[in-house]
């Protein structure tokens, strides 16, 4: 069985990751990127699935980790009656093909170590070829070749290799795993001491680059860290989550996968980036979003591919039982091909914020805009399936009608600020009709507040974005009655669900976790309010669900207290960021999205 989803910790190198448990096992890695077929997957089924442990042979009487200090350097330490080891693990930066090192440590008295690899290609489906080298082991099977070099000697059982040896204070034993593509030629071994010393210091040095001082500098440091771990450094793309169907709800079927890069998220991830002071990353993350939503209009994806493939067929992968049980596991999402409004505004709302944050201007991109513009017109007021990617009946869902709200707002915007060429008086037009649309349809005065779709009876934590947009004032009276119905009846222990969830709205099984997004946008709206006591509050009891090296997943189960929902989440530590500058400053990008 595969540990708690807040007992693994995460090591990358910006193109692929893999989660480190406590008890020194890595569950989950895919090579060569994070889209690509597991080499252990363990983690969604069993150790014969792929997996690779070292750890005490013996008893252990306290495990403690860590992040060396500004980086995604791991240091695992394991205290045993006979002394004490640490294991330290990293993916050092790219130079070719992708590396993981382990560099076992011995630091007090002599410990009795055990090694158990197995490694399963194609998400645990595929046994290997593998033979003996010098150092080592060579393992093939179709297109894919990796070798593990170590100084310790091994040996097969029950198609794994396995070793047990001893480590002394003062030892430093190398493990290194490589992946390459099994028709080129084996490359030479990696020297694991420099790559160890050079992948501290390069993690170091962007830590460096930080420009965030607030009062919460350490978690908002490792939330960034975080983000620039699931970045894909080729393209500049920012995956949600480095693995695929954990659970949102424990033996349920809400398993989604979550490897891919959504457009959503386009708005928020370059304020965090602009707050931390990456310029670069911010870029990167801009020509990414330029290059993918290229093209004709009307065939504009959701969410997209690493580099920006559109094509994300999802299907099943019957052989694996799910965390804990939790199936289908699946490949792919079926949601890209879904027709959800919002993603125009968050799209105009990331070029028009990178405008406003001295970003260099770009002629195509406003090209694009007035494209992406004109088609948004023609179909702003047809159902889609919204914020959540429900897989039930298409709505008129009020968040999605705001969203394109805000799409033509920042168009006018761009054209009253920066001078920009376009149709300003009817994009002022369309504006309001928007906007009388939305309050009309979208307000349920029994109720006192927005409802989730036109004519529902219930709220959404969605529409805790109204204010933050700039829909309209926080202070408004609509406003205040959303955040209040949204307290009385999508909070659960002092945390925000979604939505109610039930097969008649989303066509799924009734049940999920907390959103931990979510639960961020109501503190955000606290510091708009001026509740600012309760926004930090509700911003500290968040902290408190993050593990004990700073990472957070998409949703917390108030029931089971525990972490679900893909893991680690760049939408939750983008929303930690944020919220964190909206505490620190009076005017954080809650005011400066709001205001535009």
Same mark, same amino acid.
């Given at each position: ?80 009656? !006979? ?9 050092? *930066?790219? @130079?070719?093909? +992708? /590396?993981? %090192?382990?560099? $076992? ?125 699931? !970045? ?9 989550? *480095?693995? @695929?169907?954990? +659970? /949102?709800? %424990?033996?349920? $079927? ?147 009608? $705001? ?194």
């Amino acid at each position: 069985m595969a540990s708690r989803i807040e007992d693994y910790a995460l090591i990358g190198d910006c193109q692929t990751a893999a989660l480190v448990a406590k008890d020194g096992s890595i569950d989950w890695l895919c090579l060569p990127r994070f889209d690509s077929g597991a080499c252990f997957a363990a983690l969604l089924g069993t150790p014969e699935h792929g997996r690779w442990q070292i750890a005490p042979a013996g008893q252990v009487s306290k495990i403690s980790r860590r992040y060396i200090d500004g980086t995604l350097v791991l240091e695992t330490v394991y205290e045993t009656e !006979t002394g004490e080891v640490a294991i330290i693990d990293c993916m050092p *930066p790219r @130079t070719h093909e +992708p /590396e993981l %090192l382990r560099m $076992v440590v011995g630091r007090r008295g002599t410990v009795p170590m055990k090694m158990h690899l197995t490694i399963r290609f194609d998400y645990g489906s595929i046994v290997p070829w593998v033979r003996r080298l010098d150092d080592g082991i060579r393992a093939v099977a179709g297109p894919d070749l990796v070798e593990l070099h170590t100084p310790i000697p091994l040996h097969g059982e029950n198609q794994s290799t396995v070793a047990e040896f001893s480590v002394s204070a003062g030892e430093r034993i190398p493990f290194v795993l490589r992946w390459q593509p099994s028709h080129e030629p084996p490359q030479p071994p990696l020297d694991a001491e420099r790559a160890l010393q050079q992948t501290g210091e390069w993690w170091q040095a962007w830590s460096a680059r930080c420009q965030y001082d607030g009062p919460y500098r350490e978690i908002v440091l490792r939330s960034l860290l975080t983000l620039k771990a699931l !970045t894909y450094a080729p393209t500049g793309g920012i995956v949600a989550a *480095p693995t @695929t169907s954990l +659970p /949102e709800h %424990l033996g349920g $079927v809400r398993n989604w996968d979550y490897r891919y890069c959504w457009l959503r998220d386009a708005t928020f991830t370059l304020y965090a980036l602009m707050t931390g002071g990456y310029t670069d990353e911010a870029l990167a993350w801009r020509s990414w979003l330029l290059r993918t939503v290229a093209g004709n209009p009307s065939q504009i994806n959701i969410m997209y591919g690493l580099a920006g493939e559109r094509r994300l067929t999802e299907f099943e992968l019957p052989w694996l039982p799910g965390y804990e049980n939790s199936a289908p596991v699946r490949v792919g999402n079926a949601a890209y091909k879904q027709l959800q409004l919002d993603i125009f505004g968050e799209v105009m709302d990331a070029l028009h914020v990178a405008r406003k944050s001295g970003l260099e201007c770009d002629e195509n991109a406003w090209r694009l805009e007035r494209n992406l513009i004109d088609f948004m017109e023609k179909i702003w007021r047809d159902p889609d399936e919204g914020i959540w990617e429900m897989r039930g009946p298409r709505r008129d869902f009020t968040h999605s009608k $705001v969203m394109a709200w805000v799409a033509v707002d920042r168009m006018v915007k761009a054209v009253e600020r920066f001078g920009l060429d376009g149709p300003v008086e009817h994009w002022r037009q369309l504006r309001s009709e928007i906007h009388a649309d939305a309050c009309t349809h979208g307000f349920d005065a029994k109720l006192g507040g927005f409802v989730q779709y036109y004519g529902a009876q219930e709220t959404d934590a969605s529409l805790l974005m109204l204010p933050l947009v700039g829909f309209l004032p926080p202070h408004d009276e609509r406003i205040r009655g959303t955040v209040a119905l949204i307290e009385r009846t999508l909070m659960r222990d002092g945390f925000v669900d979604r939505y109610q969830t039930h097969e008649s709205v989303d066509g799924l099984p009734r049940g999920e976790g907390s959103f931990l997004p979510c639960s961020f946008w109501l503190a955000d709206n606290y510091c708009l309010l001026g509740r600012r006591d309760e926004a930090r509050q509700l911003f500290e009891r968040l902290l408190g669900l993050a593990n004990d090296v700073g990472l957070l997943s998409e949703e917390y189960d108030p029931l089971t207290k525990r972490l679900v929902g893909n893991f680690p989440q760049a939408f939750t530590h983008v929303a930690l960021v944020n919220t964190a500058v909206n505490l620190a400053r009076a005017e954080g990008p809650a005011d400066k999205r709001r205001e535009s």
